[in-house]
């Protein structure tokens, strides 16, 4: 697939030509598919591309959603195959971009092409939104659903970008988690000093990050930031009964995954943890001396890269602030320490009932030939509160990759089999939509 050989990394301003190629082509694949109305926008960023099909006004509209960035591919050694050289081996498509999201978009794209070449057109009227910045936290996204939001106008939104819970057997996610993204720099001296001259008379930063970061969890598990489980909901026991109906094993999923153990906050089961309950990572540390060899220094700067899925009615905003005052009281008196806020995302609840979430439900059936569940999913989508915020619209939330596929890991890929299926899902979905009823 030509479209997964553009190293459209967003978060590295050196691929930017590489992201420009990449939207172009994007353009180029919406025409290919029948639209005639395709338009590229420009952001203060990364490009979005814009198309519509507008059939006929008494039919339903579908906002399909899709991103062409990419994370980073790194770490480079850990691919058996370039990233950005497409490779098939043992049904699988090997990429960075193969399923999260170029694989997963790529299938609408074909499902709409292969109405166009079938029957001319289309079953529902099409708006399709594909940006370049989603890895980024689509910084600039938000502000064109509200500057477009009459041109954006639609029934649903359609997205692909979370898992199915197992192979052969397709999922419909109703539930989000948001998303708090932040970064500590602390700061103990003017420069790195000599760990033998001054060492044992100074404070090292990454001592100080190290004691700071242990603070935010108790032997638990439980996040010790104040406020921090306002908003969460317990969930029913005909909800836990639920999930634990769903082909799930812990010792399968940790073996996939290759751990030693699971962990996490005591006292609920692991697809709760990962679907149902807030968390608190750390996405990356550093400071002092990393490159090759040795260098005896002490840290005089120290930064970590902390993220906070939400769940419930947890509100980012004032997460952000009680965090942010923790940090602050919890270093040692005289140490600078400053918290960035990079991005916020509300959790999201997508109602099983919703006349489209029942029509994606007999399009999967009819693509995999077996009945779909409804799962949640531990991921953030932001465009998809944005959908409901700005346009009044719900979102239906159709995976087709699985939670093995290395989504920003080395060998991301994504099944050939999943792919075929997936535009059929595609295919079926649009015309359940036509004839969906309250």
């Not at 041109?151 to 649903?156: F, G, P, V």
């Not at 609920?268 to 990962?274: G, H, M």
């Not at 693509?367 to 619209?393: C, H």
Request: charged share 20%; hydrophobic share 40%; aromatic share 8%.
């Amino acid at each position: 697939m030509t479209w997964l050989a553009f190293p459209s990394v967003s978060t590295n301003h050196a691929h930017k030509p590489d992201i420009d190629a990449c939207a172009e082509y994007t353009r180029a694949l919406l025409i290919d598919a029948g639209f005639s109305d395709v338009t590229r926008i420009e952001t203060p960023g990364h490009p979005i591309v814009y198309a519509a099909w507008q059939v006929d006004p008494a039919l339903p509209t579908v906002l399909i959603y899709g991103h062409y960035d990419v994370p980073p591919p790194d770490p480079l050694a850990l691919w058996e195959t370039p990233p950005f050289v497409p490779t098939i081996r043992d049904g699988q498509l090997f990429a960075r971009g193969a399923s999260d999201d170029k694989g997963q978009i790529y299938c609408h794209i074909r499902a709409i092409k292969a109405y166009a070449e079938t029957v001319g057109k289309p079953p529902v009227n099409i708006k399709i939104v594909i940006e370049g910045e989603e890895e980024i936290g689509s910084p600039n996204l938000q502000l064109f659903i509200i500057a477009t939001r009459e041109r954006l106008k639609a029934d649903i939104a359609l997205v692909s970008d979370t898992p199915m819970i197992a192979p052969d057997r397709p999922s419909l996610c109703t539930s989000l988690r948001g998303l708090l993204y932040t970064e500590i720099k602390l700061r103990v001296a003017a420069t790195d000093l000599h760990s033998g001259q001054h060492g044992g008379a100074v404070p090292n930063a990454l001592l100080e990050l190290s004691r700071l970061v242990m603070s935010f969890k108790n032997a638990q598990g439980e996040v010790q930031i104040p406020g921090f489980y306002d908003g969460v909901p317990l969930l029913s026991e005909q909800a836990r009964e639920a999930i634990r109906a769903l082909p799930h094993e812990d010792a399968a999923y940790q073996s996939e995954l290759g751990l030693s153990h699971l962990e996490g906050e005591a006292g609920y089961p692991t697809l709760e943890r990962r679907w149902y309950r807030p968390t608190l990572e750390i996405n990356g540390m550093w400071g002092g001396y990393t490159g090759p060899g040795s260098k005896t220094v002490i840290a005089a700067e120290a930064s970590a890269k902390v993220s906070m899925r939400l769940v419930g009615t947890q509100d980012p905003t004032v997460i952000a602030q009680n965090f942010t005052a923790f940090v602050h009281a919890h270093v040692t008196p005289g140490v600078h320490v400053h918290v960035d806020i990079h991005s916020m995302a509300p959790p999201v609840q997508v109602a099983q009932e919703d006349r489209f979430v029942r029509a994606a439900s007999v399009a999967l059936e009819k693509a995999f030939g077996v009945a779909s569940v409804f799962q949640g999913e531990g991921g953030t989508v932001p465009v998809v509160a944005d959908f409901k915020r700005i346009l009044g619209i719900n979102t239906v939330l159709m995976g087709l990759n699985l939670p093995n596929d290395g989504i920003h890991a080395p060998n991301e890929r994504i099944s050939l089999a999943n792919l075929e299926r997936g535009m059929q899902a595609s295919v079926h979905f649009l015309a359940e939509v036509a004839t969906a009823t309250t």
